[in-house]
């Protein structure tokens, strides 16, 4: 069975902080892939990154990074210099390769950045 | 740019009574999705479809009808609500949900539905 595991309900920091989302994933499948979406208060839900299970690489975009690692089944996903504008759930989510696709969705961090 | 497009935003419903949630997207997207968003427990997805004319169920189907009569179009169906039917509602679309793609999902902006 596929599962996605974000352990962390809520975290709240103050802006300039850095902050580390996790993210848990299992599944039996070599191929997957891996995104991470945010939900602002609006409701929304904007795609941020997808990773595939081939690329271990880590990326960076900006004030964002994501730490992708198969030994651990991890993909976290760090905000470096947080601002207010950051603050949004969260939402990892994993997809197979094989038969039809569906994203598994992990339950979602609430991030609150504080002025 | 259009997207995807759900109506209504919000819904307020009584049990048993029925109601359809419309989903259109602009990208001829062959893959078609609907999620509903609970506190607590993320998006799970309730029906798909790859095509038009092709659906299937997702992870929490009951109570849930779709249709996909054109590529645009796939409504999501409330055949008798109940309580437990309370929940954010989202559409999603992607070029393609098979095998071998990698199937970005473009959502909606949600539809918020209370059955009392």
């Known amino acids: 069975a596929q599962k996605v595991t974000q352990a962390q309900t809520e975290i709240s920091v103050v802006e300039k902080e850095d902050v580390t989302l996790d993210c848990v994933y299992e599944?039996?499948?070599?191929?997957?892939?891996l995104f991470w979406y945010k939900q602002p208060p609006s409701g929304e839900l904007v795609f941020l990154i997808r990773?595939?299970?081939?690329?271990?690489q880590n990326e960076i975009s900006g004030r964002y990074s994501w730490n992708f690692q198969k030994s651990t089944s991890s993909f976290n996903f760090t905000i470096t210099a947080s601002q207010v504008v950051d603050s949004a759930v969260y939402f990892c989510?994993?997809?197979?390769?094989?038969?039809?696709?569906?994203?598994?969705f992990g339950t979602g961090t609430r991030l609150l950045v504080s002025p | 740019n259009a997207g995807v497009t759900q109506t209504p935003k919000f819904q307020v419903l009584k049990t048993g009574q029925s109601m359809t949630l419309q989903c259109a997207q602009d990208m001829n997207h062959e893959y078609m999705s609907w999620y509903r968003q609970d506190p607590g427990m993320g998006l799970r997805l309730i029906h798909y479809?790859?095509?038009?004319?092709?659906?299937d169920q997702g992870e929490v189907p009951n109570g849930y009808n779709v249709s996909r009569s054109t590529t645009e179009d796939f409504p999501l169906r409330l055949l008798s609500a109940a309580p437990s039917q309370t929940s954010v509602y989202f559409c999603?679309?992607?070029?393609?949900?098979?095998?071998?793609?990698?199937?970005?999902?473009?959502f909606g902006e949600g539809s918020r539905l209370t059955v009392l």
């Open positions: 990773r595939n299970s081939f690329d271990e």
């Open positions: 479809s790859v095509g038009a004319g092709i659906t």
């Open positions: 999603a679309s992607s070029y393609s949900g098979l095998a071998g793609t990698t199937g970005e999902l473009f």
């Open positions: 599944t039996r499948d070599t191929t997957y892939y």
């Open positions: 989510a994993l997809r197979m390769n094989t038969g039809f696709q569906k994203l598994v």
